[in-house]
């Protein structure tokens, strides 16, 4: 099964790729995630990639096609994935399209999570990821059992730099203007499937299910 994750920054694409990608042996590509190991690893991407993330601006498409490329290629994904976060221009849609074409792959749908992007900001301000594995936390809707501590590896917890409000702001217009027409885009092409995504993490994830079916868990 192949899925791409649509969405507004902190409508919860994350979360709920990181339960689907464990409940269905899926690889979770999240390019947010790539982009900001390059960035921890110093390597000449992370260190042009950096400055865009941290001001909310998309990075350079001709970046985030190439990373998308390289991973969906590994054998990992042979049996399908889920992607999120790619595409996010009109353009990454195009080199999307061409990919699946050259590597004879079909996209089984665009999940596009509906979400009321005034109640999302308290999502964000209050996340924290783990600085080692990346693992989410959110101070009020999902805690660490220990204060800014990762139950995953024990690594320390912060606040990431697009996360504060400045940043969160760009991203949203950056997501208005560059993302969201997309979703004309896949509603055209009979591929999107729209979500309620407003709510608690448990019931968003039954909420996709039922759209692409419970399966086998
Ligand atoms: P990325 O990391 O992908 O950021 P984003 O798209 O803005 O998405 P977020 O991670 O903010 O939100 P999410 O929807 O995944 O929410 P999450 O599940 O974490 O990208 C970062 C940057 O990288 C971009 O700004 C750009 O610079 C660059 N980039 C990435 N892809 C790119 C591309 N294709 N092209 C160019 N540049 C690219 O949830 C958020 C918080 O809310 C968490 O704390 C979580 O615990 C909590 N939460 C989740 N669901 C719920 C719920 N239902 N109820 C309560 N809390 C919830």
Known sequence: MILVFLG???SGKGTQAKVLSEKRKLPHISLGDILRHE??????????AKE?????????DELTIELTKKRISQADCSHGFILDGFPRSAAQAEALDKMFVDMGLTLDSVI???VNEDAV???LTGRRSCKKCGAVYHIKFKLPKADDVCDVCGGELYQRKDDQEDAIRTRFEVYAQQTK??????????KL???DANGAIDEVLNRLLSVIGHGKD
């Open 52 to 60: 865009f993330i941290n001001a909310g601006k998309l990075v350079p």
């Open 112 to 114: 596009y999570f509906a």
């Open 181 to 190: 027409p997309l979703i004309e885009r896949y509603q055209a092409a009979g």
């Open 39 to 48: 960035v921890r690893q110093e390597s000449e991407i992370g260190l042009r």
């Open 193 to 195: 499937a729209q979500i």
């Open 8 to 10: 507004p920054p902190g």
């Open 121 to 123: 900001v308290e999502r």
